[in-house]
Nanobody, 118 residues
Framework: QVQLVESGGGLVQPGGSLRLSCATS????????MRWYRQTPDKERELVASVTNGDSTNYEDSVKGRFTISRDNARDTVYLQMNALKPEDTGVYYC????????????WGQGTQVTVSS
């Protein structure tokens, strides 16, 4: 059973920074992609950032230039560095690990709350 454990959420003022971490229970290289999703009460869960095991990254338009996703293969951990935070970044952030073969499969963390407010 794969476990993803997130940490690093909290309350921050607009313009501040947070770094989210997601530790996996098995080698991070066994996953084809690692992703961060965000969910708010008024929106469906949306993909915020992703990184493949080839280190290709992708970002949702509203976070480009402010968020950076990275992975530490030695620590089996993926990070989301969030800078210049805005109130609209508020939500529950979920770590996701995606496997393509032998069949597509998603693993999810428990989520961590990020609140951007003055």
């Amino acid at each position: 059973q794969v476990q993803l454990v997130e940490s690093g959420g909290g309350l921050v003022q607009p313009g501040g920074s947070l770094r989210l971490s997601c530790a996996t229970s098995r080698s991070i290289l066994s996953f084809n992609a690692m992703r961060w999703y965000r969910q708010t009460p008024d929106k469906e869960r949306e993909l915020v950032a992703s990184v493949t095991n080839g280190d290709s990254t992708n970002y949702e338009d509203s976070v480009k230039g402010r968020f950076t996703i990275s992975r530490d293969n030695a620590r089996d951990t993926v990070y989301l560095q969030m800078n210049a935070l805005k109130p609209e970044d508020t939500g529950v952030y979920y770590c996701n690990a995606y496997v393509m073969w032998p069949s597509p499969l998603d693993y999810w963390g428990q989520g961590t709350q990020v609140t951007v407010s003055s």
